[in-house]
């Protein structure tokens, strides 16, 4: 099994990237941004909680995110290989993904990030929010969002940079460019040959 996760700050090309990955290494696709998302469209009170979080540039406890990747990991037992998308963000989901994947018998290829200017992220958010109409790309939660980002997230960085299993990709360029450049890091570092 491949099992990866995609990293970088709001705006990086998360989204884009992880339908290339997903089509090309046959993945289940766990966004949970996406799982929190079409829970706040369903207008449940779970949604509402979780948009009076979001919806000021915060993060949903840990307990709700696990809660949520183990109910779709269940729904999809035959999957090739999982790609995370915005998870883990958190030195404690970096443990508790950890822990899902011994629970899963399997192993952890490790972290992408894509690397992306911070100024190229703002212009991107709001440029998305344009287009999407997202209430989280509004350039005073845009900052908060990066803000939280990087005090949050970041130290995610630093723990799998010390396991040996961090990888940074430039995050810059055109679709395809990117796209090359990360799976030259997974075909590098797995035995997918």
């Known amino acids: 099994m491949l099992n990866i ?6 705006g990086a090309g998360k989204g884009t990237q992880s339908e ?11 966004s949970t941004g996406d799982m929190l998302r079409k829970e706040i469209a369903s207008g449940s009170d779970l949604g509402k909680e979780i948009n009076e979080v979001t919806s ?10 696990m809660r949520i990747i183990r109910k779709t990991i269940n729904s999809n037992p035959h999957a090739k290989g999982i790609l995370f998308d915005g ?10 993904l950890e822990s ?9 290829f490790g972290v992408l990030s894509l690397e992306v200017p911070r100024q190229e992220l703002i212009e991107r958010l ?21 803000k939280e980002y990087e005090a949050k997230t970041l130290p995610v960085a630093e723990y799998f940079e010390k396991k040996g299993n961090y990888y940074p990709v430039n995050g810059t360029g055109s679709l395809d460019e990117i ?6 890091q997974i075909e590098k570092h797995s035995n997918l040959q």
Do not use: C, M, W
């Open 56 to 65: 000021q540039g915060h993060l949903v406890s840990d307990d709700l995110i």
């Open 100 to 108: 899902l994947i011994e629970e899963l018998h399997t192993r952890f």
């Open 126 to 146: 709001i440029n998305r929010g344009k287009v999407s109409g997202r209430s989280d790309d509004r350039e005073d939660v845009i900052l908060e969002r990066l």
């Open 5 to 10: 996760a995609l990293f970088g700050p709001p």
């Open 179 to 184: 796209f090359e450049r990360l799976v030259a």
């Open 20 to 30: 290339r990955l997903i089509a090309k290494y046959g993945l289940l696709y766990i």
């Open 87 to 96: 998870f883990p963000r958190t030195l404690s989901q970096a443990k508790l």
